[in-house]
């Protein structure tokens, strides 16, 4: 399911292959002329979806990692630390040196503003979007949903003793507590709304997980919950509360998957290799596009016709897959596994 979110985003971010330099969004053509567009449209028009959905799956997963896990802070730390930083540094290095280059060379920067040192320093700590003191998306955009997610991450373990002996309870009461200060418009110095919608998504799914484990893991009864939590998703659908709606949609789908996973472990673990490069598609499939719009602008005078051919779509999502696939195996992996020998806690 990660994987299908990924790639979901991946093809929601289609439209910046229109883009004549960062400013041009006003001229992206309307929807029903992008390509594949009767076959893609959910993908296409459904871009809040992808990206709530990895926050509830991460909270579900969480949960089934560590509510037996005992785990101290440093290796909780150096566990998130391994797995997203060093090709969140890489691809952040990559798009400053591209950025740098296409405004020197072609007098524009390519899909996102706000490249400066300001913005660099706050991607470097992967406090993009978390904190008010950004103007908006900068390099690699897509960082901004793990800048939130941080913030969860670090209340999850600090609650974390409380969590297993409150299950249901407390995840609840931050699922809920999250989505009122998101919604309340309140002026919360310094931290941005995103992070307390991060929170209500993350914790719905630590909440889920919290269910999962009082029914046992029992088929009959998950698909009961995860029925119910279907039809109130199409009510609060009908009645135009999205929020509740992406929530309680995404809550079903991840409690179904739960229960195919456990009956079904072969095909669990052969579609496991979709998952694991999830991440590594996230962040590479802006810079391959960032790198495509200024070729067009070097070798070919800025033209972006090609965005409407038959062609672009799928060379740019395989490419994606592709690349995603050897940053996973020859990068991202055993960057991960040395940041985790090298930091791990002495005994």
């Given amino acids: ?40 449209w959910p993908l296409y028009y459904f871009d809040t979806w992808a990206v709530r959905l990895f926050w509830v799956i991460s909270g579900f997963v969480f949960a089934h990692v560590y509510y037996d896990r005992i785990t101290s802070g440093w290796s909780f730390f150096v566990a998130r630390f391994a797995r997203l930083y060093p090709l969140h540094f890489v691809t952040l290095i990559y798009m400053a040196g591209l950025q740098a280059l296409s405004l020197n060379a072609v007098g524009h920067w390519q899909i996102y503003g706000n490249n400066d040192l300001r913005h660099f320093g706050m991607q470097l700590f992967l406090a993009s979007d978390a904190l008010k003191m950004g103007r908006g998306f900068s390099f690699n955009g897509p960082i901004w949903s793990v800048s939130v997610e941080i913030g969860s991450y670090a209340l999850f373990f600090f609650a974390l003793i409380f969590f297993r002996r409150l299950p249901i309870l407390l995840p609840a009461a931050f699922c809920a507590t999250g989505f009122f200060l998101a919604q309340s418009g309140w002026d919360i110095p310094l931290l941005s709304f995103g992070l307390f919608r991060c929170a209500g998504f993350f914790f719905s799914g630590t909440l889920l997980y919290g269910m999962y484990l009082k029914l046992d893991g029992k088929s009959g009864p998950v698909l ?15 009645w135009n509360l999205e929020w509740s709606a992406l929530v309680l949609f995404s809550m079903a789908l991840v409690a179904i998957l739960a229960v195919a996973e456990a009956h079904l472990p072969a095909l669990g673990r052969k579609l496991r290799p979709l998952g694991n490069i999830s991440y590594s598609l996230y962040l590479v499939h802006v810079p391959i596009q960032a790198s495509i719009l200024l070729l067009a602008d070097l070798a070919f005078d800025g033209t972006r016709d090609f965005a409407s051919s038959w062609w672009l ?35």
């Fill in 313 to 347: 779509l799928p060379v740019y999502v395989l490419t994606s897959i592709a690349v995603a696939h050897l940053a996973y195996r020859y990068f991202e992996r055993p960057a991960g596994a040395y940041l985790r020998r090298r930091l791990k806690p002495a005994d």
């Fill in 1 to 40: 399911m990660r994987a299908v979110a990924a790639l979901s985003v991946v093809i929601l971010h289609y439209h910046h292959f229109y883009l004549a330099d960062n400013l041009a969004r006003p001229d992206i053509p309307p929807l029903s002329e992008f390509p594949y567009v009767q076959i893609l």
């Fill in 224 to 238: 009961a919950l995860a029925t119910l939590l279907a039809m109130a998703a199409i009510g609060a659908g009908y």
